[in-house]
């Protein structure tokens, strides 16, 4: 069994930065893909990003292109989120998430094996 878990959330200013960090447990991370997906209060998972198990290749939601970066250190069984340029709407509960069966996965929640407990991210105006 995995465990994930998150870290680095907290409260910002709007056009601000967070970096997120995942730790895994276990020794088949680096064959896993991740993602993370954020929550709003009243609003369904959506996804933010996914990274392929070497890093070779990343998905970035519309919302999040050009302001957040996906990235991951297999050595440290860690994934990270940089969030740069944050707004308001950004704020949420943001979860890790792993996928252990074979192929990239789609942008659906059921697409995922394992979550973390999720970390909140504010963004004040």
């Known amino acids: 069994q995995v465990q994930l878990v998150e870290s680095g959330g907290g409260m910002v200013q709007a056009g601000g930065s967070l970096r997120l960090s995942c730790a895994a447990s276990?020794?088949?991370?680096?064959?896993?893909?991740m993602g993370w997906f954020r929550q709003a209060p009243g609003k369904e998972h959506e996804f933010v990003a996914s990274?392929?198990?070497?890093?070779?290749?990343?998905v970035y939601a519309n919302s999040v292109k050009g302001r957040y970066t996906i990235s991951r250190t297999n050595a440290k069984n860690t994934v990270y989120l940089q969030m740069n340029a944050l707004k308001p709407e950004d704020t949420a509960v943001y979860y890790c998430?792993?996928?252990?069966?074979?192929?990239?996965?789609?942008?659906?929640?059921?697409?995922?094996?394992?979550w973390g407990q999720g970390t909140q991210v504010t963004v004040s105006s």
């Open positions: 276990g020794p088949t991370f680096s064959s896993y893909y």
């Open positions: 990274i392929s198990w070497n890093g070779g290749r990343t």
């Open positions: 998430a792993g996928r252990e069966r074979s192929g990239f996965p789609t942008m659906g929640v059921r697409d995922y094996d394992y």
